[in-house]
T-cell receptor
Framework: EAQVTQNPRYLITVTGKKLTVTCSQN?????MSWYRQDPGLGLRQIYY???????DKGDVPEGYKVSRKEKRNFPLILESPSPNQTSLYFC?????????????FGPGTRLTVL | AQTVTQSQPEMSVQEAETVTLSCTYD???????LFWYKQPPSRQMILVIR??????QNATENRFSVNFQKAAKSFSLKISDSQLGDAAMYFC?????????????FGKGITLSVRP
């Protein structure tokens, strides 16, 4: 089944404790992206990747890191989480950045930073 | 700034009736796609319908249709014969393709409830 998976689905952590949210897709997609969803703000892009070893900042990259060592994986890293990073996180992928390419979303990761 | 505005935070519709969710957007790009996403309580983002900016004909998908007014930068979603399963948060979004990024820009969302 073609899908985007994220792990963990739920995470409660404490301020300053490094964490990684994994994202993996099995569709051989080139373009991958991370969004965060906050009430009243919709979804905002954190980082994106056009292909292996090609990543760049989105609209709200502060406090996050990403890597793209393999085409299928695009982990989101929070080196020192803070309470303002409590949010719902989505990974998304599409075949490439071009037109007429649907972005497929993962199931979301609910992160709480105490 | 490029934005998407969904001015109604909540709406309610009677089962089997029709409801229209409004959306306006602002982009300087000429090439873009518009989308409506549904987010049920499971939080999964589900693509409902999409519209290419170059196409004048309004997109339809079964009970879902859009009213795309390019000059007014308006992109409303009409849900006909509303069903209980339509209850969800709905997000309007657009995607542009210039530069390296092709991110989705989302509105704040609207919560739709369906009364039995």
């Amino acid at each position: 089944e073609a899908q985007v998976t994220q792990n963990p689905r739920y995470l409660i952590t404490v301020t300053g404790k490094k964490l990684t949210v994994t994202c993996s897709q099995n569709m051989n997609h080139e373009y991958m992206s991370w969004y965060r969803q906050d009430p009243g703000l919709g979804l905002r892009q954190i980082y994106y990747s056009m292909n292996v070893e090609v990543t760049d900042k989105g609209d709200v990259p502060e406090g996050y890191k990403v890597s793209r060592k393999e085409k299928r994986n695009f982990p989101l890293i929070l080196e020192s989480p803070s309470p303002n990073q409590t949010s719902l996180y989505f990974c998304a992928s599409s075949l490439h950045r071009g037109r007429d390419n649907e972005q497929f979303f993962g199931p979301g990761t609910r992160l709480t930073v105490l | 700034a490029q934005t998407v505005t969904q001015s109604q935070p909540e709406m309610s519709v009677q089962e089997a009736e029709t409801v229209t969710l409004s959306c306006t957007y602002d982009t300087s790009e000429s090439d873009y796609y518009l989308f409506w996403y549904k987010q049920p309580p499971s939080r999964q983002m589900i693509l409902v319908i999409r519209q290419e900016a170059y196409k004048q004909q309004n997109a339809t998908e079964n009970r879902f249709s859009v009213n795309f007014q390019k000059a007014a930068k308006s992109f409303s979603l009409k849900i006909s014969d509303s069903q209980l399963g339509d209850a969800a948060m709905y997000f309007c979004a657009y995607r542009t393709f210039t530069g390296a990024n092709s991110k989705l820009t989302f509105g704040k969302g609207i919560t739709l409830s369906v009364r039995p």
